[in-house]
């Protein structure tokens, strides 16, 4: 059974860091595409970034919000993802998703998610 | 940058099909996805690449994907069906985009 389990969220002032994390269990974490998507109270979905499979180059995709600011990584011998978030802003305030990526030819989506960690960004 | 629109409510009545539209740009031409989000809960994956179900999933769920619009229908909609569904597309440009999502209500 695919478990994704996200810890690290709480309250920060404007300005700060925080970092995520996300434990995986029940797949080859290794191989999987891996994303944030986060959530903003009473908003909708927003998908943060990713970071491939280090077989795939390991590389990272941000979107634009975040971008320069919010740093994905990943510990493959943990089966652990990660997100370092700086210089927070107040409109970064959600609930903040990691999932499992499906990719092909003209295809992405999130076939997994966790239960969603809250980061709350307030002086 | 590439955009998603979705009707912010429907209503059904229960035991009724509901159909909420996803609206784009030669969306046909694009692979859709659809979540399920009940409130206090993740998001749950319900239709992929436009009308396959995961595993799990009610029959009653379906998807269809044409021109400049994605729809997902629920058929025989039950109190369980409450929830906000979001579409998801794959942009080359743009990359992921969500829609604004669609509140259900099942009256």
């Known amino acids: 059974e695919v478990q994704l389990v996200e810890s690290g969220g709480g309250l920060v002032k404007p300005g700060g860091s925080l970092r995520l994390s996300c434990a995986a269990s029940?797949?080859?974490?290794?191989?999987?595409?891996m994303s944030w998507v986060r959530q903003a109270p009473g908003k909708g979905l927003e998908w943060v970034g990713r970071?491939?499979?280090?077989?795939?180059?390991?590389?990272?995709d941000y979107a634009a919000p975040v971008k320069g600011r919010f740093t994905i990584s990943r510990d493959d011998s943990k089966n652990t993802l990660y997100l370092q978030m700086n210089s927070l802003k107040t409109e970064d305030t959600a609930v903040y998703y990691c999932?499992?990526?499906?990719?092909?030819?003209?295809?992405?989506?999130?076939?997994?998610w966790g239960q969603g960690t809250l980061v709350t960004v307030s002086s | 940058s590439y955009e998603l629109t979705q009707p912010l409510s429907v209503s059904v009545a229960l035991g009724q099909t509901a159909r909420i539209t996803c609206g784009g740009n030669?969306?046909?031409?694009?692979?859709v996805h659809w979540y399920q989000q009940k409130p206090g809960q993740a998001p749950v994956l319900v239709i992929y690449?436009?009308?396959n179900r995961p595993s799990g999933i009610p029959e009653r769920f379906s998807g269809s994907n044409s021109g400049n619009t994605a729809t997902l229908t629920i058929s025989r909609a039950q109190a369980g069906d409450e929830a906000d569904y979001y579409c998801?597309?794959?942009?080359?440009?743009?990359?992921?985009?969500f829609g604004g999502g669609t509140k259900l209500t099942v009256l």
């Open positions: 998801q597309v794959w942009d080359s440009s743009t990359d992921v985009v």
């Open positions: 999932t499992t990526d499906v990719v092909g030819a003209g295809v992405y989506y999130f076939d997994y």
């Open positions: 970071i491939k499979s280090k077989t795939d180059g390991g590389t990272t």
């Open positions: 030669n969306i046909g031409s694009k692979n």
């Open positions: 029940g797949f080859t974490f290794s191989n999987a595409w």
């Open positions: 690449r436009d009308s």
